[in-house]
């Protein structure tokens, strides 16, 4: 069935056809702007997550961020605080597509088949989490070359081919999920509660603002949007924080054929609880910029392809 929606604006941009709800092409259309969504702009903050990692790795590294770049550009250059920006790029771009599309892949399967009467909480919860498990297996050996190459001085590879080779090479592939019960720690309930604090905060505003949202444009709804993005970005920073740490832990001091568990455990000993918490304020400030961008992407690509703008949840 073709989708309904308002007469468009004097001069808008508009597609010659819309796309079918629901259809092949709709979740395939999802997936692309996931991909278009989550590769660009986690590349784009690479600066504020290789000092982020760094320090949580070494917290004595660099006294502030502004000092971490300072440091690194005077010695590498822009392309040393760039550094580790293609395996980002590649990871999320696949993490985009699999969280955004599969999102609504069983979005439409809880909620319009196998559970028509859940509340749709549930079925955005669960939809989120089944996505972003799916979506970490396809993310996991890029975060764990990206990772490597942020923490290891000198790097261990100067770029994601080396990076994969070296890994393969030496620990079989394996060493590319040896993150990978960290990763789901921090990314699945990171998902859930984004979406729903992204909710609440968006009837919040609306609230406050005393119209309903199809009484403003879609540039005002878009806005609306980004300001719900970056207070949900801002609240899932805090609360998956410790399993980002430990992922970055994992990923650079994991030894060879110790088990998670054991690891885990290891690293935790020595470094305590108040070291679940080191590169906070950088993550809080990549993160909400990201989730704010994320769905102002994706909400504007939907809106071009004639897609309604359905609630989403976007990626970390």
């Known amino acids: 069935m073709a989708m309904r929606g308002k007469p468009e604006a004097p001069g808008a941009v508009t597609p010659q056809r819309k796309i079918e709800l629901f259809s092949g092409t709709y979740f395939a259309a999802c997936m692309l702007g996931g991909v278009i969504a989550c590769g660009p702009t986690h590349a784009s903050v690479t600066p504020l997550d290789l000092v982020k990692c760094r ?3 070494d917290p004595k590294i660099y006294t502030s961020n502004l000092s971490a770049w300072r440091t690194i550009y005077r010695a590498e250059g822009i392309r040393g605080v760039f550094f580790g920006w293609s395996p980002t790029f590649v990871g999320y771009s696949f993490q985009g597509l699999g969280k955004y599309g599969f999102y609504e ?4 399967y809880y909620g319009e088949k196998l559970f028509p009467n ?11 989490a ?8 396809a993310l996991c050996p890029f975060e764990a070359i990206k990772v490597r190459m942020q923490t290891t001085l000198p790097p261990f590879a100067q770029n994601l081919r080396e990076g994969w080779s070296t890994i393969v090479r030496t620990e079989g592939y394996a060493g590319l999920y040896k993150g990978l019960y960290p990763l789901w720690a921090r990314q699945i309930p990171y998902t859930m509660v984004k979406f729903a604090t992204f909710e609440s905060a968006v009837a919040q505003i609306y609230a406050q603002l005393g119209k309903p949202k199809e009484s403003y444009s879609t540039l005002q709804q878009t806005g609306v949007s980004f300001l719900g993005g970056y207070i949900a970005g801002i609240g899932c920073a805090v609360v998956s924080h410790p399993a980002d740490v430990m992922v970055s832990k994992l990923n650079a001091d994991r030894q060879k054929g110790e088990s998670a568990g ?5 690293i935790y000993g020595k470094i305590g609880f108040a070291g679940l918490w080191n590169g906070l304020p950088v993550r809080i400030f990549m993160i909400g910029t990201l989730t704010a961008f994320q769905w102002l992407i994706y909400d504007s690509f939907k809106v071009y392809l004639g897609m309604s703008s359905l609630p989403l949840v976007v990626d970390v």
């Open 105 to 108: 892949v069983f979005k439409y």
């Open 118 to 128: 859940t509340p749709k909480t549930l079925v955005y919860l669960g939809a989120s």
């Open 262 to 266: 054991k690891a885990i455990g290891r």
């Open 130 to 137: 089944s996505a972003e498990f799916i979506a970490d297996l």
């Open 55 to 57: 320090r949580q790795v």
